[in-house]
């Protein structure tokens, strides 16, 4: 069996995961101390993470590219391959959840914030202990109820 | 302190989820269709001795995998035939056969009617199982 090769467009699985396990730490972290400036850097920082994932592509996402720089090169080569599209949309959902937690914690809503990150580390932590998705478990809901 | 509690509750709360959809992945139930909604799509495509129905979606992984472990079984298992299906392409289907998640597989007796249901990547044992209950009503069958 050929190992397959990376690309744009296929990538290893276990790269997501990874950026997953890194999110909910950081998430973890910016739930904890969010009333402090120190939480307000994590959550910015978390949301041009996803920003970049999401807009400018996974290769760009640095939770990725520390995957590919210190991890995946100490792991076996991939069994299969998983499409990218995938992930790159979770990251867009991300995004959307930190930037709006980012707006609130900046505008005195703490409570709100700590919800939106809420949603997005249960997203995130599901992802990296069982390797869910939970935007694809969506998808056909959403499909069903959005072309009624 | 309350940051600590929430990450406590949250984390505890995505295992309890975790660990059930894990445990439910796959593994078939008894389902009841009212009418036959795919009878037309299955024309010609039922197998002598149970027909395995894959609702599929883009960017599904577990979809993928779940097409290799029933191309597989319809190998071992004489009579059986896997039909896929667009979930995007098809949700008139999707309502009617109340298709929520992807992979979902209808398991079909050798009637055409649908008898189980099971959502989630399955493992191999599970869609033998299901397939022994399903083909279970038309007498002897050797694996």
Known sequence: MTTPVCTRNQIDPRGPRFGATITSLVLIAAIVVISTPVGVVLVAWQTVVFGLGAFVGLHAQP???????????????????????????????????????????????????????????????????????????MRIIGLRVLSR | MIGVLVVVVVIAASVVVGLVMRHRNGRA?????????????????????????????????PCRATRRILEEVTVMVPGVSHVEIDAEENLDLV??????????????????????????????????????RVMGSSGDVTI
Not at chain 1, 87 to 100: D, E, N, T
Not at chain 1, 110 to 121: I, P, R
Not at chain 2, 111 to 122: H, I, L, N, Y
Request: aromatic letters at 8%; proline letters at 6%; one cysteine or more.
């Open chain 2, 29 to 61: 139930r008894p389902t009841t269709i009212v009418g036959s909604p795919i009878a037309e799509h299955l024309r010609g495509r039922l197998g002598s001795n149970a027909t395995m129905v894959q609702f599929s979606s883009a960017f599904c992984q």
């Open chain 1, 63 to 137: 939770y990725g590219a520390l995957y590919r720089a210190l991890v995946q090169p100490r792991l076996p080569r991939p069994t299969h391959l998983e499409d990218a599209a995938g992930p790159r949309f979770a990251q867009g959902v991300g995004f959307l959840m930190l930037a709006l937690a980012l707006v609130s914690v900046l505008i005195g809503l703490t409570v709100v914030a700590t919800v939106l990150l809420a949603f997005a580390l249960a997203a995130a932590f599901l992802n990296a202990a069982f390797g869910f998705c939970l935007g694809c478990e």
């Open chain 2, 95 to 132: 309502r009617a056969l109340d298709v929520k998640r992807t992979p979902t597989v209808l398991f079909l007796g050798p009637a055409g009617d649908v008898q189980e249901r099971a959502s989630g990547q399955p493992r191999k044992v599970d869609v033998i199982a299901a397939l022994g």
